[in-house]
């Protein structure tokens, strides 16, 4: 996270577990000093991944084709595609695993380097 802030990336937690959750976690690990913004569920039964990332993108200003959404999920990909936002998958989380990660329609990166590296020679 802080090559990608150090380089002038705008970076965002979206999440769908409690947005005050998400700030203290990321707080409490020392993270939150990176992220631009983290918005998560905001307790609606409408919340949705891709609501949530298009509240993200409009915030910093961005455009959907500006914005890669990394996640360990089909779930994180779907609300990605939904948001019309390019993912990119991790093998390293909970959702895919690195056996499944050629099989996926989506790249995966297998290291926090790989991210680094995907996210630098894409945007």
């Known amino acids: 996270m802080k090559s990608l802030k150090e380089k002038g990336c705008l970076l965002a937690v979206a999440t769908l577990k409690s947005e005050a959750y998400a700030k203290q ?4 690990a020392g993270l939150s000093k990176y992220f631009n913004v983290i918005y998560g569920w905001d307790g609606t ?3 949705t991944k891709a609501g949530i990332l298009k509240r993200v993108i409009s915030s910093l200003n961005m455009t959907p084709s500006d914005a890669i ?9 779907q609300g990605a595609n939904a948001a019309d936002t390019d993912f990119l998958g991790v093998s390293y989380g909970f959702g895919i695993k690195k056996d499944e ?3 996926t329609p989506f790249p995966v990166a297998d290291s926090p380097q790989a991210v ?3 996210i630098i020679n894409t945007k």
């Open 69 to 77: 959404l990394v996640g360990d999920s089909e779930y994180d990909a």
């Open 45 to 47: 039964d409408s919340c």
């Open 116 to 118: 680094l590296d995907y």
């Open 25 to 28: 976690m990321l707080e409490s």
């Open 101 to 103: 990660s050629k099989k």
